[in-house]
């Protein structure tokens, strides 16, 4: 993907495997505490992130649209960073594990930027309209900092933005997030969105949550597209959601302009990186898992943007 003259598009899209994760990734799969890794866990970790991309890699000759892309962090993914030219890097610039926006590097992130030369540069936002007003004017004033940085530098921003239900609205909807997903997320979301603009903040992507029918699918894209902004676009993410589910948000959105592509992860590799690390499959078993789950969705999404929005 270095080569500047790709956007990806609806016919050309951008299908990303994420393998950003930090904290959740060293507590849930290799005993982490308190986010601080031992030399032993730390080696894992970043192993664990060279086997999830030779899976990628080996998919490039197989993959039936689009171009594929990596999102994946410095702290335990440099060497994948160092590897993945070819295929396009998303740097993540957010302090994992948070609830509100924090910079990994403090006031050093745009150095790590320069440095690795990142294709998009990502944030991770959780945000919600009914949140403390003030938590969230200052998150939105130090993400139009991060913004601003970065179209000086000339590197685009990539938005992952989830909206949590209150409890309050997991309330009114009888309790179930399903019914939050559908009923309430797609307006909470173009809030969201509307809320950021308002602010100055200016992605080149949003990557959002899968939204259950075309018409959220188009109201995200108007919202994101609103006074002239005619080259912004979106992708899916994945939200570690079962394959099921995970195939209707992408069937929703892949024939609907504005979206080009997905950022998937722990639904493509959690697995197979489970059993590697306990023991029970080896390098070439848990390769081929990823490559298998990746392809898969990869055809599922190049399959569906062919069909007629709903």
Request: with cysteine; aromatic share 6%; hydrophobic share 40%.
């Amino acid at each position: 993907m270095r080569d500047r003259r790709y956007r990806p598009s609806r016919e050309n899209p951008l299908l990303i495997l994420a393998m950003d994760h930090r904290e959740s990734f060293g507590r849930t799969l290799f005993g982490v505490e308190d986010d601080h890794p031992d030399a032993r866990q730390h080696a894992a970790m970043t192993g664990a992130k060279r086997l999830i991309y030779a899976g990628l890699a080996r998919t490039r000759a197989e993959l039936p649209c689009g171009r594929a892309g990596v999102l994946v962090d410095e702290r335990y993914g440099q060497p994948v960073i160092d590897a993945a030219r070819s295929d396009g890097v998303v740097l993540p610039v957010e302090h994992s594990g948070r609830d509100w926006f924090e910079l990994e590097w403090g006031r050093h992130w745009l150095e790590h930027v320069r440095s690795n030369r990142p294709d998009f540069a990502k944030v991770l936002v959780r945000d919600n309209p009914a949140f403390p007003r003030e938590r969230r004017d200052r998150q939105l004033r130090a993400l139009r900092e991060v913004s601003d940085a970065l179209s000086e530098l000339g590197t685009p921003l990539l938005y992952e933005l989830l909206v949590p239900a209150t409890g309050a609205q997991l309330a009114a909807v009888g309790g179930t997030e399903d019914a939050y997903d559908h009923d309430l997320r797609p307006d909470l979301v173009t809030r969201v969105i509307a809320d950021n603009q308002a602010a100055g903040i200016e992605p080149a992507i949003w990557k959002i949550e899968g939204l259950e029918s075309p018409d959220a699918a188009r109201a995200v894209v108007a919202q994101i597209r609103v006074g002239g902004r005619d080259h912004v676009d979106a992708i899916v993410l994945g939200r570690d959601a079962p394959a099921a589910r995970l195939d209707h948000w992408l069937a929703v959105a892949a024939p609907i302009d504005g979206f080009v592509g997905f950022a998937i992860g722990r639904s493509i590799w959690e697995e197979a990186i489970a059993a590697h690390h306990r023991g029970d499959a080896d390098d070439e078993a848990a390769i081929d898992q990823i490559t298998g789950r990746y392809l898969g969705f990869a055809r599922h999404y190049c399959a569906s943007e062919k069909t007629v929005p709903g």
